[in-house]
C-alpha cells in the first residue's frame, strides 16, 4: 500500500535540543495527524491537523498542514528524555472517509 | 478522545490453527475500526475497514478468508487469524474512528502473534 515520505528516517539529539520532521504526499489530504508510538504499544495521537494551513501546538509540540495539502510537519522544543519513541505522519486521502495512509516514520533518541 | 482495549496483548500458538484477537472501544460507540498490521522496524499497514453490522473492507492484497473480521456491536470489532503460519507473525493494532472524513483515529495497545 501506499506509505507518506517521512524524514528524517532517524535523528539523535541532545536534550534541550528542538527536532524537526517533516511528512511529504504526491496527493492531497483532507488530514494531516501526528502520532508517537513508544516500544511494544499502539500509536497515540499528538496533534490533529483539519484545514490547510492551520498550525496546532500541544505543549512543547507544534504542527501544521501546508498550504499545498500535500505535507505537514512537526517540531518539538526543548526535547527530553521521554519524547524517545517513532514518529508517524498519517493522512487522510480526499474523499475517502477516516482510511488512514501513514508515514514510514522518524525514530527519535535523545542523550543526556 | 477514544479509549480502545485489545486483547489478548500478546499470543503464541503453532502453526496451522487459529487466534481470535478482540478489539474493544471502551468510551465510544464506533461505527467503524480498522485493523492494521505492523512488523519490526515498519510502519502501519491497514488491513480491513471493520464496518459495524456489514461486511468489512479488506485492502488489496489482504485475504479476506485468511483474516476474518467481525464487527458485531458498536463496541467490539475481532480479526481471526485462520490457519496461522509463522508469517502471519506481526504486531496487530486497531483503531477506531467515528466514520466522519475528518475524524482522527484512536489506536489500541497492540497484539503480539507469534507463530510457531
Known amino acids: 500500500g501506499q506509505q507518506l515520505n517521512q524524514s528524517p528516517q532517524s535523528m539523535f539529539i541532545q536534550e534541550g535540543e528542538d527536532v524537526s520532521m517533516n511528512c511529504t504526499s504526491s496527493s492531497i489530504f483532507n488530514t494531516w495527524l501526528w502520532y508517537k508510538q513508544d516500544p511494544g504499544e499502539g500509536p497515540v495521537l499528538l496533534i490533529a491537523l483539519y484545514k490547510a494551513g492551520e498550525l496546532t501546538s500541544n505543549g512543547r509540540l507544534t504542527a501544521q498542514f501546508g498550504i499545498t495539502r500535500k505535507d505537514s510537519f512537526l517540531n518539538i522544543s526543548a526535547s527530553i528524555p521521554s519524547d524517545v519513541g517513532i514518529y508517524f505522519c498519517a493522512g487522510q486521502p480526499s474523499g475517502t472517509a477516516s482510511k488512514l495512509t501513514f508515514g514510514t516514520g522518524t525514530r527519535l533518541q535523545v542523550t543526556l | 478522545g477514544a479509549v480502545v482495549s485489545q486483547h489478548p496483548s500478546w499470543v503464541i500458538c503453532k502453526s496451522g490453527t487459529s487466534v481470535k484477537i478482540e478489539c474493544r472501544s471502551l468510551?465510544?460507540?464506533?461505527?467503524?475500526m480498522f485493523w492494521y498490521r505492523q512488523f519490526p522496524k515498519q510502519s502501519l499497514m491497514l488491513m480491513a475497514t471493520s464496518n459495524e453490522g456489514s461486511k468489512a473492507t479488506y485492502e488489496q492484497g489482504v485475504e479476506k478468508d485468511k483474516f476474518l473480521i467481525n464487527h458485531a456491536s458498536l463496541t467490539l470489532s475481532t480479526l481471526t487469524v485462520t490457519s496461522a503460519h509463522p508469517e502471519d507473525s506481526s504486531f496487530y493494532i486497531c483503531?477506531?474512528?467515528?466514520?466522519?472524513?475528518?475524524?482522527?483515529?484512536?489506536f489500541g495497545p497492540g497484539t503480539r502473534l507469534t507463530v510457531l
Open positions: 483503531s477506531v474512528g467515528s466514520g466522519r472524513s475528518d475524524s482522527a483515529q484512536y
Open positions: 468510551d465510544f460507540q464506533a461505527t467503524t
